[in-house]
């Protein structure tokens, strides 16, 4: 009889810890996928367009809905390759969007720097996260025509701007981790006609 109850003990230890890791995986993570980059040539300076999927996951949707703000760091770096020596650096620009829901308005507010925007859903606040508009990043005279660039950007939740008990999660609960991927691309200056 004793063993009959181990093996069941056992196998019911074995489901459990199954069940477990189902849910673990079955957890949503939230993620931000660029789809598209690209510089083009301004009046004073080259600027950045770019866009972002951004999906949050139930957890982070959930905690911004309960006042907890969200901030998010658009990173833009550009070199010049060199053969024989390390790449030479020319530019980073980074921008930081804070994005707090507001229960006496009901609004989700975004901020950067000075600017504030309002919106009446997180989906729209997100959509203007993920786009990135004509934003200057270099000076033209920094870069050579004809020369080529490696650029690159990347989105992603800054975990650290977290309250701190959420930061402590973020490190072991998946549904608070959010993936970002760098989107790397080959930039060749125009060449103006003279």
């Not at 003990?9 to 660029?34: Q, T």
């Not at 508009?133 to 650029?151: F, M, T």
Request: glycine share 4%; with cysteine.
């Amino acid at each position: 009889m004793t063993a009959f109850i181990t093996r069941c003990c056992k196998r019911l230890e074995a489901g459990l810890l199954a069940l477990l890791l189902l849910a673990a995986f079955a957890a949503h993570a939230g993620s931000i996928e660029p789809k598209r980059a690209a510089l083009t040539p301004g009046e004073d300076a080259y600027t950045l367009s770019a866009e972002f999927a951004i999906e949050l996951g139930n957890r982070l949707e959930d905690a911004v809905a309960r006042g907890v703000p969200l901030y998010f760091n658009l990173e833009f770096v550009l070199e010049r390759s060199r053969k024989y020596w390390l790449n030479e650096h020319i530019t980073t620009r980074s921008l930081t969007y804070r994005l707090a829901y507001s229960s006496l308005t009901r609004q989700y507010r975004l901020t950067t720097g000075n600017l504030h925007q309002n919106f009446g859903s997180l989906a729209e606040a997100m959509r203007v996260v993920g786009r990135i508009a004509a934003l200057p990043v270099v000076d033209r005279d920094q870069i050579k025509p004809g020369e080529s660039y490696e650029a690159a950007v990347r989105l992603a939740l800054d975990r650290s701007q977290l309250p701190k008990p959420f930061q402590v999660d973020a490190i072991t609960d998946r549904e608070l981790q959010v993936e970002t991927r760098v989107l790397r691309w080959q930039f060749v200056a125009p060449v103006v006609a003279p």
